[in-house]
């Protein structure tokens, strides 16, 4: 019956294909035809290396370009002729808005302007003398253009050498130009020449040539000595080239403006520090926690490199706005063979307090739902060395609507978390911040209270601590470590009725029995989103937390046979987990995303389970978004019909989930999406509770949820909300896949969900 619908569905869309295309094609006018695009072809007397790659290059100076086609459907087309009735209607006008253009018909082809721009194209790439002709293919009412261009063979590099200048630049460009990569035998290229000019001023730049551009460079070639198609090339500098862009510039001195005002540049103090001048930072920034971000040095040639990572180190610190460095040239000081630099940091503060607001609403798959805010007070440079302090104070309010019998039962959260960051490696042995090139590590601590109250069940009250470091490796890389993490958590309050819960699922009793949790957390991740621009993006986080190795050695084994440390059962487990990421980018703001999720959770020695709080969940806006958040699995389990599922989520020591989705643009800062989610938790000791519902088996992949939806998201310059509306196809619960869209799920949430 379903394969029956899939064609039904599938000769509907074809159906309307057809139909759009005849409704476009009756548009146009008499003695013209609708130019459906061209191709071209390359016919040579030799075989041409990297043929397809010069292909491309060619079909991408083809113009006009075609109407575009969507689906095989030229939609941009359809309603640019809709717009031109008497009476569009306002979604012909909104979509012409959004997809309108007009048409590109044969008599807007200019074939010998293209054909001199392919042979331009040609020229530019060594194959000299080349011919190129066109024809049409013409229909009814289209037509396609077609370009051949036949090749004579190349012209190659015989020898590349540098013509003589005078010192100390010539010694320079000669070094640059021995790491070439201009090789005999290579065809004459103007894209590789032009690259060899910006290496050498980038080689030059870091040698102290603070006036150098790769304009000053040109390239000579001569075929006078060779019968074949060979040349010699030569590189020279152009004539009456400035004499200060051929001596390399030399830092003199170097100026610090720690509290740099735009209005007010008034200097109050400069001390002197590590060879540098610190103006108006004694009362704001300590220079000696200032000077190691800085690798700019008294002496030292100019260069950008050098430049760029005391910038970004500068900004890693958070407690600046803005990082401008700037070189004021000394011309009195310049000779023939050195010129002097002045070098002016001006760093501009952050607003010292800030106050942010963070107001949530949750709806989960027990019923429970309700408000939440959090309040962020933050104070930057808290010591005058860049220091960040974060307290955070929660509070959220939750009733169960809708529950049957357990209607009206309530949780109240409160919470209060507090953070110190500083920008430099805090530890008992002094570390040398020259170690760190990229960036210097920052030390994190923090120190947070939880409580949970649930009515006529339970009062859970937790505390954690943590120390640790993160520090980026380079550009993509991440590294952080918390050496020393610190949980306690203490179940309070219980009612009889939660105490018999408790004793008719001994797996869950046991996950809230070890209360104390202490450990290590290794966290890396590769981010290759930062590169916008990139077709293709990929991101990678990988991390590992073990717990209770250390404690073993001094914990004290009980009447039940675990042992205790400082009177409380602690846990013993290690767990793993992978998020995985690829983003193809295509078109105009167009993206496919996908993500792989995959983690899982070993109790050991001291543990039989998971304890509570490290456990897996699955379903939510972050999660496959067709099921509620922490209402999908364990396995095929169900707790519809569970009289105690109201009471605890569902949770396990494995997670696997897949994401794909398609995003799009609208309107203005309105972007859509349609995507797809599967997932599920297992446990692999089953709960005797879920009757072994819920054990991982090798029928995993059956036993995986699966939803689909679209969504809309409000993206104002990075800042996202996002509305998403999924249903279920597949119940691993029930039987059978079914899209029902009666069960759809709303999800909201801020930013992208990967």
């Known amino acids: 019956m379903n394969i029956f619908k899939y064609k039904i569905a599938f000769v509907l869309i074809a159906t309307f294909i057809v139909l759009q295309s005849c409704a476009v094609k009756k548009h146009v006018p008499d003695g013209e035809r609708l130019y459906t695009g061209a191709s071209v072809e390359i016919e040579s007397d030799s075989v041409i290396k990297n043929e397809a790659q010069l292909k491309a290059v060619l079909e991408e100076a083809l113009r006009p370009k075609p109407n575009k086609k969507i689906l095989g459907m030229r939609l941009g087309l359809y309603y640019y002729y809709k717009m031109q009735k008497e009476h569009p209607g306002f979604i012909n006008k909104f979509l012409y808005k959004k997809l309108g253009e007009p048409p590109v018909y044969q008599s807007d082809v200019k074939p010998y302007e293209v054909q001199d721009i392919l042979l331009n194209r040609m020229e530019n790439r060594g194959f000299f003398y080349s011919k190129a002709v066109s024809e049409f293919d013409e229909k009814e009412k289209e037509a396609s253009a077609k370009y051949t261009v036949k090749a004579l063979s190349p012209y190659t590099i015989a020898t590349y050498q540098l013509d003589s200048l005078s010192e100390p630049i010539y010694s320079k460009i000669k070094k640059s130009v021995a790491a070439t990569k201009l090789k005999k035998g290579m065809r004459f290229d103007l894209a590789n020449m032009k690259m060899e000019r910006e290496r050498i001023d980038s080689d030059l730049k870091s040698e102290g040539y603070y006036n150098f551009n790769p304009g000053f460079l040109i390239f000579e070639a001569d075929t006078n000595q060779y019968d074949k198609k060979r040349f010699d090339l030569f590189l020279k500098l152009k004539k009456e080239v400035p004499q200060k862009s051929i001596v390399p510039y030399k830092i003199s001195k170097i100026n610090v403006y720690a509290n740099y005002d735009v209005q007010d540049s008034t200097v109050s103090d400069v001390a002197r520090f590590n060879e540098k001048n610190f103006i108006n930072s004694e009362n704001f920034f300590k220079p000696k926690y200032l000077d190691p971000f800085i690798t700019l040095e008294e002496g030292q040639l100019y260069s950008p490199t050098t430049s760029k990572n005391t910038a970004r180190r500068l900004s890693s610190i958070g407690a600046y706005k803005f990082v401008n460095i700037q070189y004021t040239e000394k011309d009195s000081l310049l000779s023939d063979s050195l010129g002097i630099l002045e070098a002016n940091i001006f760093l501009s ?118 120390f640790g470091y993160v520090w980026q490796a380079n550009r993509y890389i991440t590294h952080e470590i918390i050496p020393i993490s610190i949980n306690y958590t203490k ?264």
Not at 500 to 523: D, V, W
Not at 631 to 645: I, K, Q, R
């Open 349 to 466: 503060p952050l607003n010292r307090r800030a106050l942010r607001a963070e107001l949530q609403a949750v709806s989960k798959s027990n019923n429970f739902a309700g408000p939440g805010i959090a309040l962020t007070y933050s104070n930057r440079n808290l010591f005058k060395g860049g220091e960040t302090f974060n307290t955070t104070a929660k509070f959220g309010y939750e009733f169960q609507a809708g529950g049957g019998g357990n209607s009206g039962n309530t949780s109240v959260e409160l919470g209060l978390k507090n953070e110190l960051i500083f920008p430099r490696v805090i530890f008992p042995i002094k570390i040398n911040s020259d170690f760190f090139k990229y960036s210097i590590p920052k030390t994190k601590t923090s120190l947070s209270v939880d409580y949970l109250a649930r009515t006529k069940l339970y009062a859970l009250l937790s505390g954690t601590a943590q």
């Open 491 to 754: 179940l309070s309050n219980t009612t009889k009725e939660f105490d018999s819960i408790l004793r008719q699922n001994p797996f869950l009793k046991r996950s809230f029995e070890q209360q104390f949790i202490s450990g290590l957390n290794y966290s890396f991740t590769y981010n290759g989103m930062v590169d916008t621009a990139k077709k293709h993006q990929f991101f990678l986080n990988a991390t590992l937390d073990v717990a209770g190795n250390s404690l073993s050695l001094f914990g004290k084994e009980n009447e039940t046979g675990t042992k205790e440390f400082l009177g409380s059962e602690y846990a013993q487990y290690a767990k793993a987990d992978v998020d995985l990421r690829y983003h193809f980018n295509f078109g105009k703001e167009q993206v496919i995303a996908t993500r792989l999720f995959a983690g899982y959770g070993l109790p050991y020695g001291n543990s039989e389970i998971m304890p509570y709080v490290k456990q897996y969940y699955s379903g939510g806006p972050y999660s496959v978004r067709a099921f509620r958040i922490r209402s999908l699995g364990p396995g095929t389990y169900s707790d519809e019909e569970n009289p105690n599922s109201d009471y605890f989520d569902l949770t396990g020591n494995i997670r696997l989930e897949a994401n794909i989705e398609y995003r799009f643009p609208i309107f203005s800062f309105f972007k859509g999406a349609v995507f797809a989610d599967a997932g599920n938790i297992w446990n692999s000791k089953p709960n005797e509770a879920f009757d072994g519902k819920d054990k991982f088996t090798s029928s995993f992949m059956n036993e995986l949820g699966i939803g689909a939806g679209v969504g809309l998201r409000v993206d104002v310059q990075g800042f996202v909300i996002r509305f998403d509306f999924a249903a279920p196809i597949h119940d691993p619960s029930k039987d059978g896949y079914n899209f029902n869209v009666k069960e759809t799920v709303f999800n909201f949430g801020i930013g992208y969900p990967f």
